[in-house]
């Protein structure tokens, strides 16, 4: 996949110093804001399969040409088929994402 122009800004919660190889995909948060709930597609990064980090901002699609965009734009819809993150505060008042359940 190609590099983003701008530097996205990142939350991380995990801080363990292990050499683990690092992935990545497009996955949608879920935040609620004083007018309520909304969704977003952010970048979240992963150290084997445990979440490390995700983006600060939502993502925008991008591409430097018109078959990268395309090929962005069907990454994050395949985030839609993914479960959803929901960013909280873990106990230590720490921000983190945790899966939402049916129940949520």
């Known amino acids: 996949m190609m590099n983003r122009k701008k530097q996205n800004k990142?939350?991380?919660?995990?801080?363990?110093?292990?050499?683990?190889?690092?992935?990545?995909n497009y996955r949608v948060l879920k935040k609620t804001l004083d007018e309520g709930e909304v969704y977003e597609i952010h970048e979240v990064y992963y150290k084997g399969n445990a979440i490390?980090?995700?983006?600060?901002?939502?993502?925008s699609p991008y591409g430097?040409?018109?078959?990268?965009?395309?090929?962005?734009?069907?990454?994050?819809?395949e985030a839609l088929e993914l479960p959803i993150l929901e960013v909280r505060a873990n106990e230590e008042g720490k921000l983190q994402l945790f899966e939402v359940t049916k129940s949520s």
């Not at 490390?52 to 993502?59: A, G, L, R, V």
């Not at 430097?64 to 819809?77: A, G, H, T, V």
């Open 64 to 77: 430097e040409s018109l078959e990268e965009l395309k090929k962005d734009l069907q990454y994050q819809l």
């Open 52 to 59: 490390h980090m995700w983006s600060e901002d939502p993502i």
């Open 10 to 24: 990142c939350n991380m919660y995990n801080n363990d110093k292990e050499s683990t190889k690092m992935a990545w």
